[in-house]
């Protein structure tokens, strides 16, 4: 349980001019610098925005300041349940959508995870906890609350002798934040692709002014190896301005990246996806080439995590 702080308001993003002159440094989230051609971005508070009564019903709930609670359970680890890797997602949403890639598709990819990591047949070595956020879109709210919380009791077996560890070490951590969309950067006129790029690839991020950056490196290249070998369709890529998710409050406390299907802070905060925030985020709106990406970036993760905590099935 943590109390929410009374909601902020979002200001505004003046609409920068679209295209980026050859040398002009614009800078963009977490560190990263803007390139060629940008489109606005904001968060759509109109409810009348939203044509569908039933999803403008299902988002009329006012944020209110008061506790909030978010859900998370942990496959234990057979020999080192002391340690521990963390597979998040957030399970909120703004904008008056459907939430569907922001962040139904990470929450989505952290619950099959779970289904998969939890079945009777898997063993693993060491603990690999599926964490659904809540209150990110109002300032990291609920990664921050866990971290605040929960960072000091890591690696304390409690009670004493019974092998049983409610918080194990975090080795790293991954959040998995909008995994659908890849149709390129936005064109002169403002438009975007509604065709997905042919370069289409899944993004890893970590933040290269975090204490643990040199882990978190490792850990993102890692995810790059299972992705070359395991990922069935799209690359990866690794960038090092990870920001504005829930990995971020983990970052000074553990390696920890973020997956994506852009960089936060170069091309989604660039306007690379026009439904990020707005009433079209709804799951009708992204083709089988969207999903399969997001497809891409569960096995990716997937396989990662599986080498890194020891998976193994039971024969
Ligand atoms: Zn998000």
Redesign the pocket.
């Known amino acids: 349980m943590y109390e929410l702080p009374p909601p902020r308001s979002r200001p505004q993003q003046a609409a920068p001019s679209p295209v980026i002159a050859s040398g002009e440094i614009r800078p963009g989230a977490g560190g990263a610098r803007l390139r060629g051609v940008t489109a606005p971005t904001s968060v759509n508070d109109n409810p009348e925005a939203q044509p569908d009564a039933k999803l403008r019903e299902l988002n009329s709930q006012p944020s209110a300041p008061g506790p909030r609670e978010e859900v998370y359970c942990t496959k234990v680890g057979a020999t080192r349940p002391g340690e521990m890797y963390i597979i998040g997602a957030?399970m909120d949403g703004i904008g008056w959508g459907e939430a569907a890639d922001?962040?139904g598709s990470?929450t989505a990819l952290v619950m099959e995870l779970a289904r998969v990591l939890n079945s009777a047949d898997v063993r693993t070595e060491r603990s690999i906890r599926f964490a659904l956020w809540n209150n990110?879109?109002t300032g990291l709210n609920g990664s921050r609350a866990y971290v605040a919380q929960r960072a000091a009791l890591q690696g304390k077996e409690d009670p004493l002798g019974s092998g049983r560890y409610p918080e194990p070490r975090w080795l790293g951590m991954i959040q998995h934040?909008?995994v659908l969309f890849d149709h390129g950067m936005p064109r002169a006129d403002g438009t975007l692709s509604p065709e997905q790029r042919p370069e289409a690839d899944v993004n890893i991020e970590f933040q290269s002014a975090s204490k643990f950056a040199e882990q978190a490196l490792k850990l993102a290249f890692f995810f790059r190896d299972a992705n070359e070998k395991y990922a069935t369709d799209y690359p990866a890529a690794v960038g090092h301005h990870m920001t504005n998710?829930d990995s971020t409050p983990f970052m000074d406390f553990a390696p920890a990246i973020s997956v994506r299907e852009h960089e936060r802070g170069m091309q989604i905060g660039a306007g690379w996806n026009p439904h990020w925030h707005q009433p079209t985020d709804r799951y009708a709106t992204y083709s089988d080439k969207d999903f399969r990406l997001g497809l891409n970036a569960a096995q990716t993760t997937l396989a990662a995590i599986a080498q890194l905590a020891g998976v193994a099935l039971n024969r």
């Open positions: 957030h922001d962040d990470g990110e879109e934040d909008m998710t």
